[in-house]
């Protein structure tokens, strides 16, 4: 991958910028104080900038006439006005943007699972759904990498935000750039990515790349886009990665011995079992590319779509939990 990349990612700034909760704490957390080092934080506190100070009396989400609004109890004030127009003008403020980690369970900014209550009286039952914020967040940007806090303890949910967040960065690039020539680099280096994700989207975006209606580029480079985000959206299933790798394993598995191709594949079938992590896998069949100096493989993404200084096999132990939410 490119080692210039620096991907803008908007952050949650209670987590460790600044000490702006309701209750005057901050939340440090160690995956963010990582990333420092490797993009560019645009911190924020949507609560605050809609006026609320520090400390404040809590705000929640309310179901009301099937409309869930954003509520402060003790001044019985709704602010999801507020709000929304904060987030539109806060979008508009930014120039780039790759990625947001924002606060869990936040009325404003939690993701999923935020507490709504039903009814503004709090002996009322509840439901989940998802910070006012947040849900702008969604709508406006929804091919980018959007995570929370907790989610990201898992390490899937992490490899999967870090990868998305760095192939967005580098699609930008190509937005910048503005040519087919460009289009068409991206899409090669990242074909057994995107095959990884998605083998559908991966050929509906080389379908969109051949341009065969010669079509505007803007208009080729926009519809590439909305595919990419598209192909990215859920994190990719263990037999997706296996038939990407199987495909590398085709380039030079004439060349190997019996035992070789055996310990390959056995590697596929520990990782399809939980028993390794990806990164096993991937430089065995790394190192077979380096060995014959394929050119073309060597310039793939997936080997390295992030940096992997911010490779870490550590785990909340939460997995299925977490990413079938």
């Not at 709504?116 to 989940?128: E, F």
């Not at 050119?295 to 779509?305: F, H, K, T």
């Amino acid at each position: 991958m490119n080692n210039e990349l620096r991907p803008q990612v908007v952050v949650s700034k209670c987590m460790g910028f600044d000490a702006c909760r309701y209750n005057g704490q901050t939340l440090p957390d160690k995956f963010v104080e990582k990333l420092k080092d490797y993009v560019d934080y645009h911190p924020v506190c949507a609560e605050v900038e809609i006026g609320l100070g520090v400390p404040r009396n809590p705000i929640r989400l309310v179901l009301e006439n099937e409309q869930i609004v954003l509520y402060q109890p003790a001044s019985e004030t709704e602010y999801t006005q507020e709000m929304i127009a904060f987030s539109h003008a806060f979008f508009d403020s930014l120039s780039e943007v790759d990625g947001f980690i924002l606060k869990g369970r936040s009325p404003s900014c939690g993701t999923k699972d935020v507490k709504v209550y039903l009814g503004k009286s709090k002996t009322t039952g509840s439901i989940k759904g998802q910070g006012i914020f947040a849900e702008q967040v969604f709508k406006r940007y929804p091919y980018l990498a959007i995570e929370e806090e907790g989610r990201l303890t898992n390490f899937r949910i992490r490899e999967h935000f870090l990868a998305k967040l760095y192939t967005m960065c580098s699609y930008r690039q190509v937005e910048k750039a503005g040519t087919m020539a460009a289009l068409v680099k991206f899409q090669a280096n990242n074909k057994y990515l995107l095959m990884a994700y998605s083998q559908k989207e991966q050929k509906v975006l080389g379908r969109i790349v051949a341009n065969h209606d010669k079509l505007p580029v803007d208009v080729v480079i926009n519809s590439y886009k909305e595919h990419l985000g598209i192909a990215f959206f859920r994190i990719p299933r263990y037999s997706n990665y296996i038939n990407a790798m199987m495909h590398i394993f085709g380039y030079f598995s004439e060349h190997l011995s019996s035992g070789e191709k055996t310990f390959i594949l056995d590697s596929f079938e520990k990782y399809k079992n939980g028993k390794i992590p990806l990164s096993v896998p991937i430089n065995i069949l790394k190192s077979y590319v380096i060995k014959y100096n394929d050119g073309y493989l060597l310039e793939q993404s997936i080997w390295v779509p992030f940096p992997e200084e911010l490779m870490d096999i550590s785990d909340s132990g939460k997995m299925e939990d977490l990413i079938k939410k």
